[in-house]
């Protein structure tokens, strides 16, 4: 990769890597679902300016009946999941857990892709490493099992909402059908997220993580990816997926004062084992 594309590919990676820490941030005065609705529309504003530029909507329209459900479970469900569960568990410990994902991809299209030696070693290898997070790094108390969990939940909410992209927007303008689907997202958290806003202001360090969450992990990192992706290759540029749950982990440790324990390294070298052999080579989410 030329050193552009080096400086893209950390850009993208380091702000994947960072919402975590936003939210953990934001969750201490904003309820979860405000904060998924606000992040939701500072994002889609983000993204709307480009999208209209490049007439990326053209072409949703008659596939509204699969977008509509599909932004609710790839982004207003998943997001309201990982802000409640990040009131229980680290962010550190959420960026390892968000990096299952592709693990979860895997063990879903098991019926539509052949599962050979090497994929279902790295499918038992990557459950082997949730399995470590939850027996040992969330041990403790139901309250960081059940964050843990809504973590995994949003997971999977990511997994089947990036199934449903490959096969039905796969010729549709990434920027319009995310922008899209944002819009959806932010409007169906409006209501419930403003009846749960809090009585007084956040606080300006509240607000700014908010902005920054909404702006950079959630509008622009798409918009660097899709240039990233559209330069060195999807195969090539999914490797994010390797680096951006170690963002998550310097991030959480460095600013936040979280403890790293010998079982989320553990669990975090297992899953990305797992996801590196289950995927043969690295292909989109």
Known sequence: ?????????????????????????????LSPITL?????????????????????????????????????VELAVPFALIAAGEQHISSSLTGILISAVPLVVAALTITTEPLGRARAAGLGIGILGVALLFGVDVSGGSGRLTGAGMVLLACVGYAVGAIVLRRHFSDSRPEGVMCAMMVVAAGALLVPGLLLAPDVAPSNGVIAAMLVLG??????AFLLFATLNAEIGPGRASIIAYVAPVFAVILGVAFLDESLRPAAIGGLALILAGFHLSAGRASPA
Not at 1 to 29: C, H, N
Not at 54 to 66: C, E, Q, Y
């Open 1 to 29: 990769m030329t050193r552009r594309q080096l400086l893209l590919f950390g850009a993208v990676a380091l702000l994947w890597g960072a919402p975590y820490a936003l939210i953990k941030i934001s969750v201490d005065e």
């Open 36 to 72: 998924a609705a606000a992040r939701l529309g500072i994002g889609a504003l983000t993204l709307l300016p480009l999208a209209l530029h490049r007439r990326a909507f053209d072409g949703l329209r008659g596939k509204l009946g699969i977008l509509i459900p599909l932004a609710l």
């Open 215 to 220: 702006v950079g992990p959630t509008g622009l």
